[in-house]
């Protein structure tokens, strides 16, 4: 399974380089300060409340995000996690790649009771299904089906 992203081609000087011809420095900077004081927040419910109210996330309830956890700052609104899952300390989620001749932008879905370990990173354009487990410092750069275990990198099934 390859990962669903949409793919944008660039001219010129690389695509990050150009960053703010695909989106607003004013997004990116208010998106930056709401992630960084959600990062330290020790209360769940609150920061599940700014990746709501202020970045346009779909967070489930009684859904808990660690520590750390950095959520992509320029299309935090591609993210969505389902109810009851739980995102481990220190993990990235991006639905952003900024490379050289393009940038490519995709969804990130994870579904209800997930458990993703510690120090991940969650590529673009994945599913994560529900009742998923992802082991500590995996990189999941391809869907994840329901129900399965996954750990490694590069990221394997282990059940």
């Not at 004081?37 to 920061?47: E, G």
Request: charged share 20%.
């Amino acid at each position: 399974m390859s990962r669903k992203t949409e793919r944008f081609p660039v001219s010129g000087s690389n695509s990050l380089w150009q960053l703010y011809r695909t989106v607003s420095f004013w997004k990116v900077a208010k998106t930056f300060a709401v992630a960084q004081i959600a990062r330290f927040t020790p209360s769940l419910r609150m920061k599940n409340w700014l990746y709501r109210v202020f970045l346009k996330m779909e967070i489930g309830s009684q859904t808990a995000i660690a520590l750390m956890v950095m959520v992509d700052v320029m299309f935090p609104e591609r993210i969505k996690i389902g109810a009851n899952s739980i995102i481990g300390y220190n993990t990235t989620i991006l639905a952003h790649e900024y490379l050289i001749e393009e940038y490519r932008l995709g969804h990130v879905v994870i579904g209800d009771r997930v458990m993703v370990g510690a120090n991940c990173t969650i590529l673009p354009g994945v599913t994560i299904g529900d009742g998923a487990i992802v082991g500590a410092g995996t990189v999941v750069h391809k869907d994840v089906p329901p129900g399965a275990f996954v750990a490694g990198n590069p990221m394997k099934q282990i059940r």
